[in-house]
């Protein structure tokens, strides 16, 4: 079960990730927006690395 919700974590942190990488390709990337998707993703990463 607990492996289950790790996948999840490590699944929303890829959509994360390419949500980001997509931002910073924009001609005008939106700061507000960077900063959500860095502190979302960071969030999880702490929260992968907890749920052992």
């Known amino acids: ?9 490590i699944a929303r942190h890829a959509r994360l990730d390419a949500s980001l990488t997509a931002e ?3 001609p005008l990337p939106d ?9 979302d993703k960071l969030k999880l ?7 052992h």
């Open 1 to 9: 079960m607990a492996n289950a919700h790790r996948e999840q974590l």
């Open 31 to 39: 700061p507000t927006t960077l900063r959500r998707l860095k502190r």
């Open 24 to 26: 910073l390709k924009r």
């Open 45 to 51: 990463k702490e929260e992968i690395g907890t749920s």
